[in-house]
């Protein structure tokens, strides 16, 4: 599945919104992300800004990603957000958010814990309790910089 295709015909977004590699992502964003060897940045969507307007009441997520290795194509979506016990529950409805547009576009795969990624942004301080919160939606442990592995 190519990001052009879920962006622009799963969500009919204009394909303006689509950036070559990872330049829809703001420079401090760009630098926590990185691939394994072999696999490059191919294509990004600002998805925040993208439906801001048509989406202005909720949480946004933040950004698609395009991985290509070869003939190999993933789609990772990426979150920055402070990762704060106040904020577990922002970034679950982020979460479900884009699940619920994911899932009714018919074309994008839903998203999962393993193509799903919050990246703190400041520090990292999580009590028991919303940690459970995290597992039970399925999202990872939040992480400062993110070393995508892929299959």
Known sequence: MKLEECIIRGLGLNKSVIRPGKKALCA???RALETQAGWDFKASVDLDSALREEHANEH????????????????????FHPACSSDVKT????KKW??????????CPRPGMKNLHWIATGGNHIDTARRRLLN????????????LHLP
């Open 28 to 30: 401090a964003c760009s």
């Open 136 to 147: 039970q939606a399925g999202l990872a442990w939040p992480q400062k910089r993110l070393r």
């Open 91 to 94: 970034v679950v409805e982020k």
């Open 60 to 79: 946004r997520w933040d950004y698609g990603l395009e991985i290509v290795n070869g003939g190999k194509r993933i789609l990772e979506w990426v979150e």
């Open 98 to 107: 884009l699940e619920k547009l994911l899932t009714a576009t018919g074309t």
